[in-house]
């Protein structure tokens, strides 16, 4: 078998936590499409789907009681909205890259030779059952998980913050128009820039044909939350 994956030894020192039992981190970084190969050469390995799931489970319990407690004025809705926004595989997978996890798993020859080490969904569930490796390893201890979860929680918190993506500003801004019954409000993309991988949007609100917010964003539902955000500025409502 041809895998080029790093060490575990180096993924420790790199999160900072070193497992009694080697084997729940090999089965955490086990790709299915690398136990499907050994199986057909007659040997039978764990994936690392089960710990996904166990992971999934892990991952809410931490990220829901760091947000319920740093945001007491927030609602019920409000809250969700947060959790959502760093659970999602979007977040996870660039938790993984962080640490460069795609380097260190067991993938099967197809995921190699096609990029699978990183595929946001591939790094993402990784991250997911690496999550329930260190819980399992360290008798079950939520705090152990969340000395290595947390940084990269609110880190990802302060930067959705920052773009407002938890936040509907489009939402509140079209409540504000609808209070007058003859305005229109539109989203106008008048810009598009960069390679297809890295793309930029630039949007303008409109009310009644008047530009009143601009945004530029990776994704034109971010560039449209922007304007909203400025617009809402411009009627002292933000």
């Known amino acids: 078998m041809n895998n080029q994956q790093k060490p575990i030894s180096e993924l420790e020192k790199e999160i900072g936590y070193t497992f009694k039992n080697k084997e729940i981190i090999t089965v955490a970084l086990t790709h299915s499409s690398y136990s499907n190969e050994m199986k057909s050469h007659g040997e039978k390995i764990q994936f690392n789907e089960r710990l996904e799931f166990l992971g999934d489970s892990v991952l809410s319990i931490i990220v829901s ?3 319920f407690e740093k945001y007491k004025n927030k609602q019920e809705g409000d809250l969700t909205k947060i959790r959502a926004a760093v659970v999602c595989e979007k977040a996870l997978s660039k938790f993984a890259a962080k640490i460069g996890l795609g380097d260190y798993m067991y993938l099967g020859h197809g995921e190699e030779i096609n990029n699978g080490r990183k595929r946001p969904s591939i790094t993402a569930d990784a991250f997911e059952a690496l999550l329930a490796a260190i819980y399992l ?4 201890n939520f705090d152990e998980v969340g ?6 929680i609110a880190d990802e918190i302060e930067f959705i913050t920052e ?6 500003y489009k939402t509140t801004l079209q409540q504000i128009v609808q209070q007058a019954n003859t305005e229109k409000l539109e989203y106008v993309l008048v810009g598009e820039s960069g390679p297809d991988h890295n793309k930029k949007f630039s949007v303008e609100a409109r009310l009644n044909s008047n530009v009143i917010g601009r945004g530029e964003g990776k994704t034109k539902r971010e560039a449209e939350q922007i304007a909203a955000h400025e617009a809402l500025v411009l009627f002292g409502e933000a």
């Open 163 to 168: 773009t407002g993506v938890f936040v509907d």
């Open 147 to 152: 000395r290595f979860l947390l940084p990269f």
């Open 137 to 140: 390893d360290s008798g079950e």
């Open 65 to 67: 009681s760091y947000i």
